[in-house]
């Protein structure tokens, strides 16, 4: 998400920290900063914007050691204010973070009674102000003292006026690599940044502290260094040829994001910060209204069948589109929930509009903080995926899947959910990323499987209940970008028409996994397979049957049946990428369709 770039040397600090920024650029970013340390007056320089706009008047500061950062902002509002550096009530520490500290609201409420002024809304002052109050001399033993306080993942960069002549850096679960040239030390969040100054590097593992001088370094633990054999272009896609495969291969991140510091697991419940203000109006609502376009309303019709099987609660999901068009019966005791990847999107923010003339409960399920959406709803939840680059949203979706899962047990807790069901939904959910990991794990399995199919030119996506919409966004994914025809349909509906076009040229991807719906989807199979359609299976690990029944067999782990979407997309979005590549085209922007609909 956020960008980190630091120098310490002996040439001028800020074109270095400048074009390192640039690099970063291709992770998306709100605002940036730059701190340089120089003799005479350090040099603070923060805005919100792209770089580009403000390039033309950068001031030139002097001086050796620099920190710089861009930010995508997740705690508190996209202003100069919450930009990094930040820094301590002294000016003496000044710091670029990457990540989330967890307890930042009760450091922070301690802190402010021991006499420390805040200035921003961030998480990341917090750091500011611990290592302020533990620095005596030495900047490294501060930030150790510190950063024992913190929960959650940081990647930190600082520079203190008062131990000039050095850049402490540490890190937990947020990348950090130090550069490494003679009389020169650079570090960054990526490796975009540092490249073209040197393919030296060491990667600082996890709670480690890093101290760079203009003529050395140290870290507490002896590191070999490493070469990187990036070429820039894939550097600035994080090594990965597109964005998309990128932001496959962040889904397992995305669902940590998601529910970080969100679980409560002994109470069976979820604290979602954005929906404190309206939880006694939640309370009393007995119909959902979900509402949303493109991926974002496959997402929300996932989440009709979380809601309704464990909140109680009736739901209504529709397109946007759609939905600001029709008259929908709705009143005091409805709540209308919008999903979007972007907040921006034209339909989503006027159905929204439409609800709230009608005084109707509004909230958000928005990734990009400060957007319109996340502004004019009542209140909301964010899914922290990060930006989001390609034109076929992937990662996006599964922030979107987990969050509506939290909502889930937050409304369900609220009424009719027991405390052993909120666990135990919650206890799979903390599983999650890790069973999407071993899921990543057969991507040269699916690869293989696009090679197979490349040449088909339709196919058929078929799931039941928490799977049909799943059949919905793989067969959207593969439309997308590989130009194919696909469709997705409920399995029960084969019968009613789609079966007619089954033959040996019409593939069909049944999302089939051990679950209430599973002898169903066999029949379909069946139905298929009677006439020679081929059929490539999405099915639970340790299912060997199924096998002898079909074509191709890609394995999921097992998990609670609410929760099989989040590990049975990924398949498809691999699916999809791979016949997009191997077709030849455009896989992070397909013709003819653009990231964010900002018109009707
Ligand atoms: C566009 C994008 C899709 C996205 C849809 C909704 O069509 O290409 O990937 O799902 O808009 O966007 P939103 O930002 O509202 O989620």
């Not at 390192?20 to 992770?27: A, P, S, V």
């Not at 309370?283 to 809601?307: N, S």
């Not at 067969?475 to 028409?497: D, F, R, T, V």
């Amino acid at each position: 998400m956020c960008g980190i770039v630091g120098y310490i040397g002996k040439k001028p600090a800020f074109p270095i920290l400048l074009s390192g920024l640039k690099r970063l650029e291709y992770r998306g970013y709100d605002s940036f900063g730059f701190f340089v340390l120089n003799k005479n007056k350090p040099f603070l320089f923060k805005k919100v914007g792209k770089i580009s706009e403000f390039e033309q008047n950068f001031p030139n500061p002097d001086g050796e050691i620099g920190i710089a950062h861009t930010r995508w902002g997740t705690t508190g509002k996209i202003s100069e204010a919450n930009a990094h550096p930040h820094y301590d009530c002294q000016q003496n520490i000044f710091l670029v973070h990457n990540g989330i500290i967890e307890n930042y609201q009760e450091i922070k409420e301690r802190l402010i009674k021991e006499g420390h002024k805040f200035l921003s809304e961030t998480d990341t002052e917090v750091i500011c102000h611990l290592i302020e109050k533990y620095f005596e001399r030495n900047l490294e033993e501060a930030v150790r003292k510190a950063l024992r306080e913190v929960r959650g993942t940081y990647g930190i960069a600082v520079i203190s006026k008062k131990d000039p002549q050095k850049i402490v850096v540490a890190r937990l679960s947020s990348p950090i690599i130090l550069g490494i040239n003679k009389d020169e030390f650079l570090v960054a969040s990526d490796p975009a940044a540092i490249i073209t100054h040197t393919r030296q590097v060491i990667n600082l593992d996890d709670n480690e502290i890093a101290v760079l001088k203009p003529d050395g370094f140290f870290i507490l633990k002896e590191k070999p260094l490493e070469t990187i054999e990036w070429k820039i272009e894939e550097a600035e896609k994080g090594g990965y040829p597109h964005f998309m495969l990128k932001e496959i291969i962040e889904e397992p991140e995305v669902i940590e994001n998601a529910i970080r510091g969100r679980l409560i697991i002994e109470e069976g419940s979820v604290k979602l910060g954005g929906l404190d203000s309206v939880s006694a109006q939640l309370r009393e609502m007995d119909k959902l209204v979900l509402v949303a376009c493109g991926t974002a309303h496959y997402a929300a019709m996932v989440g009709e069948y979380m809601l309704e099987e464990y909140a109680g609660l009736p739901c209504e999901v529709d397109i946007a589109s759609e939905f600001r068009y029709r008259k929908p019966v709705v009143d005091e005791k409805t709540a209308a929930i919008f999903v979007s990847q972007s907040g921006e999107t034209a339909d989503t923010l006027a159905a929204l509009r439409e609800m709230k003339k009608k005084g109707i409960l509004t909230i958000g399920i928005t990734n990009v903080v400060g957007s319109t959406q996340s502004r004019e709803t009542d209140a909301g939840v964010y899914t922290r995926s990060g930006p989001e680059i390609a034109v076929a949203s992937t990662k996006a979706f599964l922030g979107q899947l987990a969050t509506l899962a939290m909502l889930t047990i937050y409304l369900g807790r609220q009424s009719e959910m027991s405390l052993v069901t909120g666990k135990r939904i919650i206890e799979e959910l903390a599983k999650l990323q890790e069973l999407a990991r071993e899921v990543l794990k057969k991507a040269p399995e699916i690869e293989k499987l696009a090679k197979k199919y490349r040449n088909f030119k339709n196919f058929w996506f078929i799931g039941r209940k928490y799977n049909f919409p799943i059949a919905l966004e793989g067969a959207l994914k593969l439309k997308e970008i590989s130009y194919l025809h696909a469709e997705g349909i409920a399995g029960g509906e084969l019968k009613h028409g789609p079966l007619a076009l089954i033959d040996e040229n019409f593939p069909t991807i049944a999302i089939c996994p051990s679950d209430s719906v599973y002898e169903k989807m066999i029949s379909n199979i069946q139905e298929i397979k009677a006439r020679e359609g081929p059929v490539i299976a999405i099915a639970t690990q340790g299912n060997e049957e199924i096998k002898k029944i079909v074509d191709d067999v890609i394995y999921i782990p097992k998990t609670l049946e609410m929760l099989t979407p989040l590990l049975s997309i990924i398949p498809l979005h691999l699916f999809a990428y791979y016949m997009a590549v191997l077709l030849g085209n455009d896989v992070d922007k397909p013709r003819n369709l653009a990231k964010v609909i900002t018109v009707e």
